[in-house]
Nanobody, 126 residues
């Protein structure tokens, strides 16, 4: 399984960015997908996750109402739409895939995910 994340960049506080992650796996529809982030000097933290079908989602409290995770199973893509960005959102963002789930699962623990992308930098200026 390979995950390729892109879409990061520089944004001003209050602005928007959209991250995307392309997966190279035949059974993408059987993977729960998640986004995590890691800021300098901090541990990797959960941002959002989405279930197989996309029907169920889970968000960290810090991004709830501002970020939206979605997926396109036909094209094996997962997205993270980020609005009302804050300087504290600055981090390297990683997409991750979990194949040890059941339908509807939206894991928020990094250890649940078996596969990780390379990360994309998001920088929010004040």
């Amino acid at each position: 399984v390979q995950l390729q994340a892109c879409g990061g960049g520089l944004a001003q506080a209050g602005g928007s960015l959209e991250l995307s992650c392309a997966a190279s796996v035949p059974t993408f529809y059987r993977y729960a997908m998640g986004w995590f982030r890691q800021a300098p000097g901090k541990e990797r933290e959960f941002v959002a996750s989405v279930s197989w079908s996309g029907r169920n989602t889970n968000y960290a409290d810090s991004v709830k109402g501002r970020f939206t995770i979605s997926r396109d199973n036909a094209n094996k893509m997962v997205y993270l739409r980020m609005k009302k960005l804050k300087p504290e959102d600055t981090a390297v963002y990683y997409c991750a895939a979990d194949d040890n789930t059941v339908s509807g699962s939206v894991p928020d623990q990094a250890r649940a995910y078996e596969y990780w992308g390379q990360g994309t930098q998001v920088t929010v200026s004040s």
